[in-house]
């Protein structure tokens, strides 16, 4: 069975920069699109940016649009998301998500494989 474990969550001061990690244990996960999505407390869980099982296409949400990279290295079943000029609001948990095939997913619903999240926190 494929875990996904996230790391790279933390404190950081707005305009800051994190990158997150979602590795992939059990078996190759080449072949499946991840995403990764974030939920802030008394809000729903929200999309932020996704790429597909092949890494030539991505999606962002508009508010981190031209402020994050999503990217993988499916040698080592990893997949990465670069988020620069943090805002407090960008202050959430993060979630990795994956599905197998396709190209790429904005919507929770599509993805099957779930991680614990790590949390991600932006002060003023």
């Known amino acids: 069975q494929v875990q996904l474990v996230e790391s790279g969550g933390g404190w950081v001061q707005a305009v800051g920069s994190l990158r997150l990690s979602c590795a992939a244990s059990g078996r190759t996960f080449v072949s499946f699109d991840k995403g990764w999505f974030r939920q802030a407390p008394g809000r729903e869980r929200e999309f932020v940016a996704a790429?597909?099982?092949?890494?030539?296409?991505?999606i962002y949400t508009n508010s981190v649009k031209g402020r994050s990279t999503i990217s993988r290295d499916n040698a080592e079943n990893t997949v990465y998301l670069q988020m620069n000029s943090l805002k407090p609001e960008d202050t959430a948990r993060y979630y990795c998500?994956?599905?197998?095939?396709?190209?790429?997913?904005?919507?929770?619903?599509?993805?099957?494989?779930w991680g614990q999240g790590t949390q991600v926190t932006v002060s003023s």
């Open positions: 998500a994956g599905r197998a095939g396709g190209s790429g997913s904005i919507y929770s619903r599509d993805y099957n494989l």
């Open positions: 790429i597909s099982w092949s890494g030539d296409r991505t």
